[in-house]
């Protein structure tokens, strides 16, 4: 099993930047990709990145060269950074792992509100 708990969420103009955490847990050595999606409201939950165990990352269009995902290894942690934020960034993000098997691990999902 896997845990995934994420942080930082929250309310931010237009314009701004919000950095988004996701600690794992349990056992994270049959993990070999992380990412964030995001569903707004009355919409399909949507991929906006992942980042894999060489590293890589992959962006969707919606958010490519504004946000960018990393990993701090030690601290079993993936980042979002949020920048140059728009009202149609709002929505639940949620952190995903997946395993070698392709199981999905979930958490709990955070707020993001973008206002105009």
């Known amino acids: 099993q896997v845990q995934l708990v994420e942080s930082g969420g929250g309310l931010v103009q237009a314009g701004g930047s919000l950095r988004l955490s996701c600690a794992a847990s349990?056992?994270?050595?049959?993990?070999?990709?992380m990412g964030w999606y995001r569903q707004a409201p009355g919409k399909q939950r949507e991929l906006a990145a992942f980042?894999?165990?060489?590293?890589?990352?992959y962006y969707a269009d919606s958010v490519k060269g504004r946000f960018t995902i990393s990993r701090d290894n030690a601290k079993n942690t993936v980042y979002l950074q949020m920048n140059s934020l728009k009202p149609e960034d709002t929505a639940v993000y949620y952190c995903a792992a997946r395993s070698t098997s392709s199981y999905d691990y979930w958490g709990q999902g955070t707020q993001v509100t973008v206002s105009s």
């Open positions: 349990g056992n994270i050595s049959t993990i070999n990709r």
């Open positions: 980042i894999i165990s060489t590293g890589s990352a």
